[in-house]
């Protein structure tokens, strides 16, 4: 089985999930498939990385995982990222998905 976490840019700024990533990398688990949801914007500011996609993939890279950065508007492009993350053998995966709020809609 694979366990999946949905999260947004602004709560990835907590220290909290910093250290659940660590931990998740140290232990190997590669059952765990974190998916970003980067829209750029927090509860009531923009997240400090905005759509910096490259510092978030540096970031989650750096912490031992294996990272895709895909156009979250894109459900193809999601699905197979999320395909490949069960093959990956002893890290977790981080899928970085960037979107933009309202996208499509009048």
């Known amino acids: 089985y694979h366990v ?3 999260m947004g840019d602004g709560e990835s700024a907590e220290g909290s999930v910093w250290e ?6 140290f232990y190997q688990l590669d059952n765990l498939v974190a998916i970003f949801d980067v ?6 500011d ?5 759509h910096d996609m490259e510092s978030y993939r540096k970031r989650t890279e ?4 294996n990272t895709y950065v895909v156009d979250g ?14 093959t990956v053998k002893n890290k977790p995966t ?8 309202g996208k499509g809609i009048p």
């Open 4 to 6: 999946y976490c949905l």
């Open 20 to 25: 659940a990533m660590n931990f998740a990398s």
């Open 39 to 44: 829209n750029r914007l927090g509860q009531s």
């Open 46 to 50: 923009p997240a400090c990385l905005e």
């Open 62 to 65: 750096g912490f031992g995982w």
């Open 73 to 86: 508007h894109d459900v193809e492009t999601l699905c197979k990222a999320m395909h490949d993350a069960t």
């Open 94 to 101: 981080c899928i970085l998905a960037k979107t933009f709020k």
